[in-house]
């Protein structure tokens, strides 16, 4: 069975740090029920050039949910990279992401989850 790509589009509707953290968890515990492997989360850098509201906070969250065992790894678009060790993990998970329109794009509007 193919390894299973979700797509976030957490920026949408400009939620708040807290409720795109609330809907963040949601979709995790959601992708992991429906047997995801991945989730691509859109959260934006920002017009500003300086990074978005939710960018930092949410990479954060991640890294506390990695923490916890929630998740298994991430990579920050911006490292989603053939050359990114994590990137290599995700990649042997879900391998039609080599596919992924952003691989070796440096965004930093994107993070990838791997469940």
């Known amino acids: 069975m193919a390894a299973r790509v979700r797509v976030m589009m957490l920026k949408a509707g400009m939620p708040t740090v807290q409720e795109a953290r609330a809907r963040l968890n949601a979709e995790i515990d959601r992708a992991q029920g429906q047997g995801g492997v991945v989730l691509k989360l859109i959260h ?63 965004n930093e509007g994107i993070t990838i989850v791997l469940l």
């Open 44 to 106: 934006g850098y920002g017009s500003t050039g300086t990074g978005g509201k939710l960018k930092d906070p949410i990479r954060r969250s991640l890294q506390r949910r990695r923490k916890e065992g929630k998740i298994r790894a991430w990579v920050a678009g911006e490292k989603w990279d053939i050359f990114d060790e994590t990137t290599r993990l995700i990649l042997e998970e879900c391998p039609q992401l080599d596919k992924d329109r952003d691989l070796k794009g440096y």
